[in-house]
T-cell receptor
Framework: ETGVTQTPRHLVMGMTNKKSLKCEQH?????MYWYKQSAKKPLELMFV???????ENNSVPSRFSPECPNSSHLFLHLHTLQPEDSALYLC?????????????FGSGTRLTVV | GQQLNQSPQSMFIQEGEDVSMNCTSS?????WLWYKQDPGEGPVLLIA?????ELTSNGRLTAQFGITRKDSFLNISASIPSDVGIYFC????????????FGKGTKLSVKP
């Protein structure tokens, strides 16, 4: 248990479905991150939130929509995904002013798009 | 942009052997972090290094901050099957308030 909890752990969805991934941390961190990890491109940074404000969006397609309602919760809303979006989606958190302390990662959501 | 290059990409070793891997960059880093990712899990921080030349151990793992500040090394002694996983190096861009960048990882397989 790292202190960052992701749900669900596994998700299978059709290309026309809408689903959401959830991430929760109670470490007192004020920055949260979404990463995509696939076999071809390990650890791609998708979004960065600092103090609930999106500070980075790495050219992620609009079918991925993040939401950060407060510093403890982060969501990734998914709609009309493609099979190539199948991957492990990792959430992480940190102190924004001390990333040299590292990120704390959740266990990930394994997403399969059929 | 900044990049971290890890080698080797993968290793297949016998239980009991020692393991060495490294991470290099064309840019100077003031912090080096080493993570391990178990299969099906998220990466977990193993060791953090903050000073050039620093040598830090965590059980059978030892990591070193290169004196040029452009590289770091991770050694695992007397490997065991649970050492299997992917080992990532990481470093902060833009000082302590930037983002972390990650290497592509070294995948370790251990044969009992």
């Amino acid at each position: 248990e790292t202190g960052v909890t992701q749900t669900p752990r596994h998700l299978v969805m059709g290309m026309t479905n809408k689903k959401s991934l959830k991430c929760e941390q109670h470490l007192g961190h004020n920055a949260m991150y979404w990463y995509k990890q696939s076999a071809k491109k390990p650890l791609e940074l998708m979004f960065v939130y600092s103090l609930e404000e999106r500070v980075e969006n790495n050219s992620v397609p609009s079918r991925f929509s993040p939401e950060c309602p407060n510093s403890s919760h982060l969501f990734l809303h998914l709609h009309t995904l493609q099979p190539e979006d199948s991957a492990l989606y990792l959430c992480a958190s940190s102190l924004r002013a001390r990333v040299d302390y590292g990120y704390t990662f959740g266990s990930g959501t394994r997403l399969t798009v059929v | 942009g900044q990049q971290l290059n890890q080698s080797p990409q993968s290793m297949f070793i016998q239980e009991g052997e020692d393991v060495s891997m490294n991470c290099t960059s064309s840019s100077i880093f003031n912090t080096w972090l080493w993570y391990k990712q178990d299969p099906g899990e998220g990466p977990v921080l193993l060791i953090a290094l903050y000073k050039a030349g620093e040598l830090t151990s965590n059980g059978r793992l030892t990591a070193q901050f290169g004196i040029t500040r452009k590289d770091s090394f991770l050694n695992i002694s007397a490997s065991i099957p649970s050492d299997v996983g992917i080992y990532f190096c990481a470093g902060p861009t833009g000082g302590s308030q930037g983002n972390l960048i990650f290497g592509k990882g070294t995948k370790l397989s251990v044969k009992p």
